[in-house]
């Protein structure tokens, strides 16, 4: 069964109506509208158990009479909930009629593969029961065999008639149990039978002494745990995902001493009678506008949901609108159903399902119309599974259309019929296939037989790349790649669909307007002679882009951004998934933004075109405003400026400005820098940045000797702060600005905000920030990064405080291994009249510096010296991209100029230790060694210099 390909239609509500609907949502069905309207008046009685709360329309009680019925749904969503009938149907004299029906012995099962007895008796009517690894075999479910049983589900049957969507099922299977006290159990478990109909509802029928059902979801935090106390008569109905979240039990209880009967209705797949034509008619509707069986449908809860088991809801007409329209009742329809209640508009509801349907299938007919397919061929299909990180695959046949039917800038498609081929046709029962089976297939692929009726045949779209297709192998790896995208967003998709169940449960603010979202699943399609494609479902409806790679957010919706900012975080800021477009929240064709050297597997090796790594984060974060969906994830917060803040809007910035900031990162050399005039700015009086904390340059005492740092400095935390960086760095180079209009002074760039993400990088220990920092802070010129930016002393009296701020950025910075950090800061100190500690502090870094250098001078040695012999001559540096860093990665802002190399590092720490420190332990012997060190090391360097 193609269980995966899901396409629906989906109608988007306006974003706005979301908060209600999500309201709504939490406490359906209660508050449902029909619901709410259809309301009758409170009944008498105890009232509604823990956890229960809704009752149920007054037509559903009308049918049973003057009893209560109680709805509690079992986790936030109402995916799963129950339904509780009090004295829905009473034993009477059954009872004890029923009760001498046990079998003679207690219930057999295996548990782990050991032989057990269960404590309790048992017996299934009308179908086998397969349960705990063992199959029950039934007695008939006849009014001869069982007529307590078939009482009972003539009673059932009254029930069904007033749902639509299960009148005509058959539950015609019944297992009942026979509880002799309260010794007698059941242990946890889910009804969750192979064969049973996908969320077809579980009626559970209680009668003798009192006992408690207990529902606990299987994973804790999946929804509630509910306790009920089931009477003689009571009713329990599950359904929706009740089976699939959670599972239930009759706890054993010392007090109980009384005899219980419980009778279990469930609707088995083999047993649902022929559809009538009418019903079958309907199906084809559904089908026809997604290429999804109704059963798939119930099987992801829509059936299921709420109390549309009950009513057709609007909602989930409103799913099968071909375009996305709002779709909402009209004023004359609310009105009608205030006063006329159920059925008219449970049939009005329907009609309009049907309506859309119809349309849907119209608007489909005609898109398949001129479909001239070519003969079927046989092809393999490969589907990429995330977890094992590897290809699954599949024969087929496929036919496709004669021409393409759209083409863009890179790629044409092509309308294709998929059949996946039924094994049971093709092979012999066993698995092995059957010799005329295979003569049928051979029949098959040469046209010489129609395509077999009971395949299933789906509707795609195959895409392969206009200019690449001819290039077999590299053609199906860029098919691949797609795949692969797609279906890792897939599996983001579930993750965050998964969060959002979870946070509006765990935080009870509902959904905050997050939807359920999901991406088309898609596979290489691939034809003998290497031909590829790469294939997904086809979806008609309005297609939307809501973000682009290029960081541009577009339109209002919160749900797409906050899958992008999800998935940054989720990855562990290894990936981030944009360029987010679809129908509905169904959606497609997305693209990673991945950092190489921390994905594995095959996402690693996928394409790199569309990846700008750290400038696409940044893009997006930038763009990015915060929502409520993103509160709702508690989402991390990214800091922007004040002026950000203040002055962008999403929608501020042109597509074309931000594509131009990502492409030009490869190609062209950056553009001139904005025009700044005549600019300047006080480092200490931008907004939102406070340094003031910095000025204590002693502070970087804390850190003594880099060469005390335990380990090698770690950047996987940076990437946060790579980001700020790389924002700072295109607002230097004019790529990115804030909305002029706004701002009332044209042309001018945004200065302020690029220091404060300077800062913001700073405060999380990126190097290249604390001394891009300490430069903007230093009463020296610098051209290459913000020359608008002064330091402290031209406007600022207190010079000595502007040079604190210098020493500490750059001793943070040394501190964290920037070699020319180390050996600017101790010129700085060298400078001045520096204490002893300080000269200790300097001469550490130093002798730092020049191991470092002095390592590197080697490491580069012994590198020519390799190639030299493998005589490599190509140049591999075909201006490559560093994806991992921002573009400012190891920039010294001028902190290279410090006039030291080596050797002259050694010899001035050697000074150092001959003078000022000599007080400093073995000072003279470590003076002695760093001059030999010194003139070792300078022999052979002046060497090679003559
Ligand atoms: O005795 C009960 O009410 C529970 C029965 C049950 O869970 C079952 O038959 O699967
Ligand atoms: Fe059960």
């Known amino acids: 069964m193609a269980k995966d390909q899901v396409v629906l239609e989906l109608s988007s509500e306006e974003e706005t109506s979301e908060p209600q609907r999500a309201k709504r949502r939490r406490v359906a069905p209660k508050d449902g509208p029909l619901a709410r309207a259809l309301r009758g008046a409170p009944l008498p009685g105890p009232g509604p158990p823990p956890g229960f709360s809704a009752e149920l329309p007054a037509k559903v009680k009308d049918v049973m009479g003057a009893n209560e019925a109680f709805c509690a749904s079992l986790d936030a969503s109402a995916d799963s909930w129950v339904l509780l009938l009090r004295k829905w149907l009473p034993s009477g004299e059954l009872f004890e009629r029923l009760w001498n029906r046990h079998p003679p012995d207690l219930g057999k099962g295996k548990l782990f593969g050991k032989e057990v007895t269960f404590h309790r008796y048992q017996q299934s009517f009308g179908a086998d029961y397969a349960f705990s690894g063992q199959t029950a075999h039934a007695h008939p479910l006849t009014r001869q065999d069982a ?27 019944c297992l009942v149990n026979w509880y002799d006290g309260g010794k007698h159990s059941m242990g946890f478990h889910s009804d969750d039978e192979r064969g049973l109909v996908a969320a077809a509802p579980i009626f559970a029928i209680s009668w003798g002494c009192t006992r408690t059902f207990r529902l606990a979801p299987k994973k804790a935090g999946d929804g509630h745990k509910v306790d009920v106390e089931v009477h003689d008569g009571d009713l329990i109905v599950m359904g929706g995902a009740c089976q699939r979240s959670h599972k239930h039990a009759i706890p054993a209880s010392a007090k109980t001493h009384g005899r219980r009967i419980s009778l279990t209705f469930r609707c088995f797949q083999s047993q649902q009678p022929g559809e009538s034509k009418k019903q079958k008619h309907q199906r084809a509707l559904l089908q026809s506008c997604c290429p999804i069986s109704v059963d798939q449908l119930q099987a992801r809860g829509f059936f299921g949901r709420h109390d549309s088991t009950w009513l057709w809801r609007p909602a989930l007409a409103a799913m099968f609108l071909p375009a996305p329209r709002t779709f909402s009742l009209s004023e004359e329809t609310k009105a009608s159903i205030k006063a006329r209640g159920t059925s008219k508009v449970a049939s009005a509801a329907k009609e309009k399902l049907l309506r859309a349907a119809r349309k849907a299938r119209q608007q489909i007919q005609s898109q398949w119309r001129d479909f001239q397919p070519e003969d079927p061929k046989l092809a393999t299909t490969r589907r990429y599974d995330v977890e094992t990180d590897g290809w699954v695959e599949e024969q087929v046949m496929i036919q496709l259309d004669s021409k393409a039917f759209g083409k863009g800038a890179v790629r044409e498609c092509f309308r294709m019929k998929e059949v996946r081929l039924d094994t049971r046709l093709f ?43 001819h290039r077999k192998i590299m053609h199906r790896r860029e098919c691949e790649t797609d795949v692969i995208h797609q279906t890792f967003a897939k599996h983001y998709a579930e993750l965050f669909n998964q969060e959002v169940h979870r946070q509006a449960l765990e ?137 950000e803040e203040k002055y962008l809007e999403p929608t501020s910035r042109t597509v074309t400005q931000l594509i131009e900031a990502t492409k030009s990162r490869k190609s062209q050399p950056p553009p001139q820098q904005a025009e700044g005039g005549d600019l300047v700015l006080n480092l200490h009086e931008i907004p939102g940045v406070d340094l003031s904390d910095w000025c204590d340059w002693h502070g970087a005492f804390a850190h003594r000797s880099a060469r005390a740092r335990s380990g090698s400095f770690d950047r996987e935390d940076l990437v946060e702060a790579e980001c700020h960086m790389e924002i700072a760095a295109m607002y230097h180079e004019g790529r990115i600005t804030l909305r002029e209009e706004d701002r009332g002074e044209p042309r001018r760039p945004e200065v302020e905000s690029a220091v404060f993400h300077v800062v913001e990088a700073a405060r999380q220990d990126l190097p290249e920030a604390l001394m891009a920092l300490a430069r903007l802070a230093s009463q020296e010129e610098h051209p290459g990064f913000l020359p608008q930016v002064l330091g402290a002393s031209e406007t600022n009296a207190d010079d000595s405080k502007g040079r604190s701020l210098v020493l500490a950025l750059l001793g943070r910075a040394a501190t964290l291994g920037a070699k020319h950090a180390m050996a600017a800061l101790a010129a700085e100190v060298l400078r001045g009249d520096a204490s002893q500690d300080e000269l200790q502090l300097a001469a550490d870094h130093l002798e730092e510096f020049a191991m470092e250098t002095l390592e590197e001078l080697r490491a580069k040695e012994a590198k020519a010296a390799e190639q030299e012999e493998s005589e490599e001559e190509e140049e591999d540096d075909e201006e490559e991209v560093d994806q991992e860093h921002n ?39 470590r003076a002695a060694e760093l001059r030999q060190l010194s003139q070792d090391g300078a022999k052979p360097a002046e060497e090679k210099r003559s």
């Open 147 to 173: 007529p307590e049983v078939w009482h009972v589900l003539q009673q059932l049957q009254k029930l069904l008639a007033l749902a639509p969507p299960l009148k005509d099922r058959n539950y015609g299977a």
């Open 427 to 469: 092979s012999g029962e066993g698995g092995s296939p059957h010799p005329r089976a295979r003569l049928s297939f051979a029949a098959v692929a040469a046209g010489l037989m129609e395509l077999p009726r009971s395949s299933r045949r789906t509707l795609w779209v195959a895409k392969r790349s206009i200019e690449d297709h």
């Open 507 to 643: 935080t009870g603010l509902g959904r905050c307007g997050a939807h359920d979202i999901d991406f088309l699943l898609t596979h290489v399609v691939e034809l003998p002679e290497r031909v590829t494609f790469s294939a997904e479902a086809f979806v008609s409806g309005e297609y939307l882009k809501h973000n682009t790679n290029g960081g541009s957010i577009i339109g209002a919706r919160t749900t797409p951004q906050a899958f992008s900012y999800f998935t940054f975080v989720k990855s562990g800021r290894r990936l981030m998934i944009v360029d987010i477009q679809g129908v509905v929240d169904l959606y497609t064709d997305p693209v990673i933004h991945f950092l190489p050297s921390k994905v594995s597997g095959k996402l690693a090796g996928a394409d790199m075109e569309l990846n700008f790594g750290i400038r696409g984060f940044a893009l997006f974060l930038w763009s990015h405003r915060r929502n409520d969906v993103d509160q709702l994830l508690k989402l991390p917060v990214f800091s922007l400026s004040p002026h």
């Open 887 to 925: 573009s400012l990665h190891r920039r010294s802002f001028g902190w290279e100029v410090h006039g030291f190399d080596a050797w002259q590092a050694l010899r001035r720490v050697a000074e150092l230790y001959e003078g000022p420190l000599k007080e400093a332990p073995d000072a003279s012997k």
